[in-house]
């Protein structure tokens, strides 16, 4: 397949940057949505140091994710743009909080700000508590449908050839147009990724937008949705935790050092199904009794962190193997985590995407 994968990373909560073990890192998490946690106040100055090493280890882009748990993402994508020069941003946002119009408006004007660095995840919705917290009483689907004309409005904008005109049944637009367009060198539109395992969402990402993303599986396992969504003419996006170390007995020490922890050991799980979420039903089914995909994916994170933390273990050479046999199927961009979140970026950037990219020059004809 030609190009190069592209690797992003999720930004840490605020405050996490500090924490400097991954027992440190995975508490963290699961006390991050407490009222009390630092991660609920921007943190600019840990942002920034992680920022300065994604951009080093050769990341892409950052995940900013949304919660009412945390700060606003566009935000924080303005604050670091403007304090970074190559590194891009992947806004999370919530369809149905905001009118399409309003959204576009926003999204022009950071473009302008940061130099175009901003893409967008569409998020239909999250648990029922949180829509309801929010104002959003849409059902799943319905939530999804209300997306498509969402994003419909927003590429209709995107396109500025002339004033949009929408008679829906979530939202209705006359003679809508923005003076401010969106800036970038390459694009005159954001990326668009669309979050979900349902057959909804991936309706949506198929249709609407420029890549599906969805929670790390086996290759054998995603083949044929891949597959689906690429004759789409849209990209996929997995999203997954990874633990590389020299060898893997020291990889799967990690995971040890972070089960056996007291507090982890006896903290409930912070991550129960969601009321109506495909991705966190499939992440309850999906794994064995020891919480093994395969011997390189680990399903045991996710009881206490959620379906996102579902992890890629192996050494360099094995975690390089693995992303090439997802690119073989088609997979084209990742959103990785780690324990802490500088620590494993660096050791990803420094040890696994050379072997990455040696492996993928090899694979073209001709390539120095």
Same mark, same amino acid.
């Given at each position: 397949?030609?190009?190069?994968? &592209?690797?992003?990373?999720?930004?840490?909560?605020?405050?996490?940057?500090?924490?400097?073990?991954?027992?440190?890192?995975?508490?963290?998490?699961?006390?991050?949505?407490?009222?009390?946690?630092?991660?609920?106040?921007?943190?600019?100055?840990?942002?920034?140091?992680?920022?300065?090493?994604?951009?080093?280890?050769?990341?892409?882009?950052?995940?900013?994710?949304?919660?009412?748990?945390?700060?606003?993402?566009?935000?924080?994508?303005?604050?670091?743009?403007?304090?970074?020069?190559?590194?891009?941003?992947?806004?999370?946002?919530?369809?149905?909080?905001?009118?399409?119009?309003?959204?576009?408006?926003?999204?022009?004007?950071?473009?302008? *700000?940061?130099?175009?660095?901003?893409?967008?995840?569409?998020?239909?919705?999250?648990?029922?508590?949180?829509?309801?917290?929010?104002?959003?009483?849409?059902?799943?689907?319905?939530?999804?449908?209300?997306?498509?004309?969402?994003?419909?409005?927003?590429?209709?904008?995107?396109?500025?050839?002339?004033?949009?005109?929408?008679?829906?049944?979530?939202?209705?637009?006359?003679?809508?147009?923005?003076?401010?367009?969106?800036?970038?060198?390459?694009?005159?539109?954001?990326?668009?990724?669309?979050?979900?395992?349902?057959?909804?969402?991936?309706?949506?990402?198929?249709?609407?937008?420029?890549?599906?993303?969805?929670?790390?599986?086996?290759?054998?396992?995603?083949?044929?949705? =891949?597959?689906?969504? &690429?004759?789409?003419?849209?990209?996929?996006? *997995? &999203? *997954?935790?990874?633990?590389?170390?020299?060898?893997?007995?020291?990889?799967?020490?990690?995971?040890?050092?972070? *089960?056996?922890?007291?507090?982890?050991?006896?903290?409930?799980?912070?991550?129960?199904?969601?009321?109506?979420?495909?991705?966190?039903?499939?992440?309850?089914?999906?794994?064995?009794?020891?919480?093994?995909?395969?011997?390189?994916?680990?399903?045991?994170?996710?009881?206490?962190?959620?379906?996102?933390?579902?992890?890629?273990?192996?050494?360099?050479?094995?975690?390089?193997?693995?992303?090439?046999?997802?690119?073989?199927?088609?997979?084209?961009?990742?959103?990785?985590?780690?324990?802490?979140?500088?620590?494993?970026?660096?050791?990803?950037?420094?040890?696994?995407?050379?072997? =990455?990219?040696?492996?993928?020059?090899?694979? =073209?004809?001709?390539?120095?």
């Amino acid at each position: 397949m030609a190009g190069n994968l &592209r690797f992003h990373w999720m930004l840490p909560k605020a405050g996490e940057v500090a924490m400097g073990t991954p027992q440190a890192a995975a508490r963290y998490r699961i006390e991050a949505p407490d009222i009390s946690s630092p991660a609920r106040m921007p943190d600019i100055e840990g942002w920034h140091r992680f920022a300065q090493h994604a951009e080093r280890a050769g990341i892409d882009s950052v995940l900013i994710s949304f919660s009412r748990f945390e700060p606003d993402p566009f935000i924080v994508a303005c604050a670091l743009g403007r304090a970074t020069e190559t590194l891009k941003f992947i806004a999370a946002f919530r369809t149905g909080l905001m009118l399409p119009t309003a959204l576009v408006q926003q999204v022009n004007t950071l473009s302008g *700000l940061i130099g175009g660095r901003i893409s967008l995840n569409t998020v239909a919705g999250s648990s029922v508590s949180e829509q309801h917290g929010y104002g959003d009483f849409l059902e799943h689907d319905e939530r999804y449908s209300r997306a498509g004309e969402f994003l419909t409005v927003c590429n209709a904008l995107w396109q500025g050839s002339q004033a949009v005109d929408f008679n829906g049944k979530h939202y209705r637009v006359e003679g809508g147009s923005l003076h401010t367009p969106f800036l970038a060198p390459d694009r005159a539109s954001p990326e668009l990724y669309v979050s979900g395992h349902s057959e909804a969402a991936q309706h949506l990402a198929a249709t609407k937008a420029t890549c599906w993303l969805r929670v790390i599986d086996t290759p054998q396992k995603l083949a044929p949705s =891949v597959r689906h969504m &690429r004759e789409q003419g849209v990209e996929v996006c *997995l &999203r *997954l935790c990874v633990i590389c170390r020299p060898t893997r007995a020291e990889a799967i020490g990690v995971i040890d050092s972070l *089960l056996e922890d007291d507090y982890i050991a006896a903290t409930v799980p912070k991550v129960p199904v969601r009321d109506d979420s495909q991705m966190y039903r499939e992440s309850a089914l999906a794994s064995n009794e020891q919480g093994w995909l395969s011997p390189s994916i680990w399903t045991g994170f996710t009881p206490y962190f959620g379906p996102v933390w579902t992890t890629l273990i192996g050494t360099p050479e094995e975690l390089a193997s693995s992303f090439l046999e997802y690119k073989r199927i088609g997979v084209s961009q990742f959103i990785i985590s780690g324990w802490p979140e500088i620590d494993e970026m660096n050791i990803v950037g420094r040890e696994v995407l050379p072997l =990455v990219r040696d492996r993928e020059r090899d694979q =073209v004809p001709g390539g120095a």
